[in-house]
């Protein structure tokens, strides 16, 4: 009987895996996470400022990271990074914001990305901005990860992360539809929720990590939604409001130094870690209730997509069937405010090398120009080998015979979150990436 063989094949697979060694690789990256160090130079051109500026500010403020000597080279971790933003930014005489922390009273931003898609990049694309911004701006940020495959929890995870435990709370904890069985959301309180965020290694970025759970939301979702009573599809944003409620912005940027002046270490970690400026969430390739969430929770929607003509047919099915949703929801709740922000498509892994997936993307902006980005990810080997140990390319410390593609590949990532960043804070002083990236390819 069909049904005996297909139990059999299952329980042989299970045998089997039980055996295998799935965690080599992956345990080897987690406990070498953020290895990567910057330079001087490089890390004032994170800060943007002159590299002597930087100079005469490491020699002047006693807080100032000494960092690692290598050489004649001096390097410094992101974390070292983050402080000396943090260092120059408190200054009293800076002359412009160098922490672009939310004020008091400035509610969290949510970025979304998601699309119907398999396989597009939206976890590393949702990867690359937290750090991006993390890097760029000195942004604290929660990333959310939406898929049981939890694959951008892999990019931040470390090895004190309990990643795949049962017993480690997923976005359906957050949510408080964890329990398929229970017919009421279990409201958990802002402290509660605050307590499910784990730190990683980033300064300042904490996630909620992937699990299987993500799946029972699904479950507990869709037998409230029988009930009239439960809103199904805005318990994210209604949690993501009663966290930042529990949990704001409240230290001021003077106040990370003493009546003195003089920073103060024990305040700026505090102020690192007191809440996040903004929520990215990476979302699983499929519209289910718990991804519904993910989209009515954000201010901002990012949609990568690969141009290929039957990926774009997905692309079609994805916002059509949306758009089925939100007419639903405003049926039942009209003055619900979703989506305040900017929304695009981001083009990815195209292939420059022939004219149809630029082409395609041409096409597309002609006829869209604010909802289709001009700035795209290119197909790269180097981000390719990098994924495969689970790093982003801001992490990624590459071979001698990649060191080329990898940096071209970093100019490509600076690029499209640079125009991210334009479109979703327009008030933040952009970069030269996206504008450069343009002229090579648009004109
Ligand atoms: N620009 C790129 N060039 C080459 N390979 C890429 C690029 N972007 C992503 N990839 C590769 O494509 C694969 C899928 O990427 P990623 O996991 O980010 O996609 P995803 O859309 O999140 O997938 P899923 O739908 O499974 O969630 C990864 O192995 C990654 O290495
Ligand atoms: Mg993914």
Known sequence: ???????????????????????????????????????????????????????????????FPAGERAGRERTFSPSEVMQIRAIIGSNPAAKRPYLHWRRPGQPVKVVTFGAQKGGTGKSLSAAHFAQYVNLHYGLRVGVIDADPQATVSLYFADEKLPLFDPATPTLADFMGVDDPGSVKLSEPSGKDL??????????????????????????????????????????????????????????????????????????????????????????????TLMQLNGLVAADSVVIPQTMKGFDLATLATYVSNIGEYLEFIM????????????????PT????????????????????????????YSRSDAIA????EYKSIYEYLPPKTRRASAKAFMANANAVNDALVQRIWPELPPRDYARKFIEERWS
Do not use: C
């Open 331 to 346: 049926g039942f709740e009209a003055d619900l405010e979703i989506g305040g922000g900017e929304h695009m498509v981001l």
């Open 349 to 376: 892994i195209v292939q420059e090398q022939n004219d149809q997936d630029t082409d395609q993307i041409l096409d597309l902006y002609r006829k869209a120009p604010r909802e289709v980005m001009q700035v795209w």
């Open 385 to 388: 080998n990098a994924a495969e």
């Open 1 to 63: 009987m069909a049904y005996g063989q297909f139990e059999q094949f299952i329980r042989n697979m299970s045998r089997v895996m039980g055996g295998v060694n799935t965690k080599l690789q992956r345990d080897l990256t987690l406990r070498t996470r953020v290895a990567r160090r910057f330079s001087m130079v490089e890390t004032a051109q994170l800060l943007a400022v002159d590299t002597t500026y930087l100079t005469r500010i490491s020699a002047e403020e006693p807080a």
């Open 194 to 287: 605050n307590g499910i965020w784990q730190p990683t290694p980033w300064p300042g970025i904490r996630l909620i990590p992937g699990g299987a759970n993500i799946q029972n939301g699904d479950i507990s979702l869709f037998f409230m939604s029988q009930q009239a009573s439960v809103p199904v599809y805005r318990v994210l944003k209604d949690a993501i409001r009663t966290w930042d409620l529990a949990n704001p912005p409240m230290t001021r940027l003077e106040n990370i130094r003493g009546d003195t002046g003089e920073f103060d270490p024990v305040r700026y970690e505090q102020a690192l870690t007191e809440t996040v400026d903004v929520i990215v969430i990476d979302q699983q390739p499929s519209l």
